[in-house]
T-cell receptor, first 116, second 107 residues
Framework: EAGVVQSPRYKIIEKKQPVAFWCNPI?????LYWYLQNLGQGPELLIR????????DSQLPKDRFSAERLKGVDSTLKIQPAELGDSAVYLC??????????????FGEGSRLTVL | RKEVEQDPGPFNVPEGATVAFNCTYS??????FFWYRQDCRKEPKLLMS???SGNEDGRFTAQLNRASQYISLLIRDSKLSDSATYLC????????FGSGTRLSIRP
């Protein structure tokens, strides 16, 4: 069974440029998460989807970040314009259970962003 | 104050030693707790869930103390392959990760 797939694995851009990350969760997983992880820190939630609905986007900086999961399967996270402080690893995770009492999150390998 | 706090380490212990990590959480409404393992430049992976009664999986034992709001992870007979970052996770209205504790096992 395929795991969570993310692309691109690495992206280097100049500040003020746009960037987009794509995630395909494990088949059948209705809950999808986007996390941001800085070096030496734990993952921080950006947004959680239940099917196509964003049920928790309170931590998403909406002035420059946007996300969508139009058909309740794959998802895209966009940053426009990127700032130097956005350099981090963007992790996508999925879960086969809904809500926050989920048994396990399955993470993709992440998309490492460097903003110059 | 962070909702889930861990000692960042690093813990540097010899192979075969027993090592223990603690993690504290501030949200008393937290219901579920987990330990994840993250290898360098890799994604986090679930190590084990933490139950109120305590649970053991081979060399790993997890404990939950709701009164003091902390969870612990004990690793016995540590192996070189246990070297990683261990992330404490609490779940209430959202899933919160701690910053992680780095463990390095030396030969």
């Amino acid at each position: 069974e395929a795991g969570v797939v993310q692309s691109p694995r690495y992206k280097i851009i100049e500040k003020k440029q746009p960037v987009a990350f794509w995630c395909n969760p494990i088949s059948g997983h209705n809950t999808l998460y986007w996390y941001l992880q800085n070096l030496g820190q734990g993952p921080e939630l950006l947004i959680r989807y239940e099917n196509e609905e964003a049920v928790d986007d309170s931590q998403l900086p909406k002035d420059r970040f946007s996300a969508e999961r139009l058909k309740g399967v794959d998802s895209t996270l966009k940053i426009q314009p990127a700032e130097l402080g956005d350099s981090a690893v963007y992790l996508c995770a999925s879960s086969g259970t809904s809500g926050t009492n989920t048994g396990e999150l399955f993470f993709g390998e992440g998309s490492r962003l460097t903003v110059l | 104050r962070k909702e889930v706090e861990q000692d960042p380490g690093p813990f540097n212990v010899p192979e075969g030693a027993t090592v223990a990590f603690n993690c504290t959480y501030s949200n008393s409404a937290s219901q579920s707790f987990f330990w994840y393992r993250q290898d360098c430049r890799k994604e986090p992976k679930l190590l084990m869930s933490v139950y109120s009664s305590g649970n053991e999986d081979g060399r790993f034992t997890a404990q939950l103390n709701r009164a003091s709001q902390y969870i612990s992870l004990l690793i016995r007979d540590s192996k070189l392959s246990d070297s990683a970052t261990y992330l404490c996770v609490g779940s209430a209205s959202k899933i919160i990760f701690g910053s992680g504790t780095r463990l390095s096992i030396r030969p």
